[in-house]
């Protein structure tokens, strides 16, 4: 496997998390799980997002039965949500022996990969998990998330693109999209796609915030403070004005970013 890229880490460093999904995997939520990106620091700061009374029950229901392809589903992702996710790898990789050929199984196992960094196995597990004669947009753009992370971002926007013909102009794959451009340096042309993603109507808070953190980049920083604070509780705003200002603090004294050469820095 190859090492994630300078970009990559730089993001990651940054505490922009790469949110993979791939829809298959269960509970639906009000935010697409589906969006690379976030500046939502309450969000990073409390990884969970579950009592440890309801994981705990998650596992007795598992360890009665480890083959039963729902509760190892539920369990693996509960562990996830709590931030335990080596363990979460652990029992989705015994569910997909267990359960061969399931594909919502292989779509979680493989999201619990690229969470660990794992990104090449995550891209095969992934690849197993639909069919090119019937593939599945979310996971063509978890996949190109995948690719990304590993320096691979011709490659990664193909995936991208082919989520689009399916899904046109889907939100959370237009986001991605950008922030595949941030990794390459575009920052112009991430803007523009973020915008587009920006401007749907069901569009993500994370792909506001996403939008947010490129226009800072470029060194606009008062109408990136107005992006991340748009509708939200005057609490939640100001968390994610100071998360904003950590992340671009970074790369400080680097000055305003106006081209594509003048991206982030990598740490």
């Not at 922030?179 to 993603?197: G, I, N």
Request: proline share 5%.
């Amino acid at each position: 496997m190859r090492h994630p890229s300078p970009s990559a880490r730089y993001l990651g460093s940054a505490a922009v998390t790469v949110i993979l999904a791939v829809g298959l995997a269960g509970c639906q939520t009000a935010r697409s799980p589906d969006v690379t990106g976030s500046l939502n620091a309450r969000a990073e700061a409390t990884p969970g997002q579950m009592s440890r009374d309801a994981i705990e029950a998650y596992g007795q229901r598992y360890r009665a039965n480890p083959r039963d392809a729902a509760a190892a589903l539920q369990y693996g992702q509960s562990l996830r949500l709590n931030g335990q996710r080596q363990q979460a790898a652990a029992v989705l990789e015994q569910a997909t022996i267990a359960n061969p050929g399931n594909k919502v199984l292989l779509a979680a196992y493989g999201r619990a990969l690229a969470d660990n960094g794992s990104f090449q196995l995550a891209f095969d597990t992934l690849a197993r998990a639909h069919t090119p004669a019937n593939p599945d947009w979310r996971i063509l753009s978890v996949q190109g998330t995948t690719l990304d992370q590993m320096g691979k971002h011709d490659e990664a926007r193909r995936y991208y693109a082919s989520a689009l013909k399916i899904a046109p102009e889907e939100p959370s794959v237009l986001s991605n999209l950008g922030m595949s451009y941030v990794l390459s340096k575009d920052l112009p042309k991430a803007e523009s796609v973020l915008r587009r993603a920006y401007n749907r109507g069901s569009a993500d808070s994370r792909i506001r915030q996403n939008l947010g953190l490129v226009v800072g980049l470029q060194g606009r920083f008062a109408e990136a403070e107005t992006i991340v604070k748009a509708d939200l509780p005057a609490d939640e705003a100001e968390a994610n004005v100071a998360y904003l200002k950590q992340m671009l603090s970074r790369d400080g004294n680097r000055g305003p970013r106006t081209t594509a050469a003048a991206g982030p820095s990598r740490s």
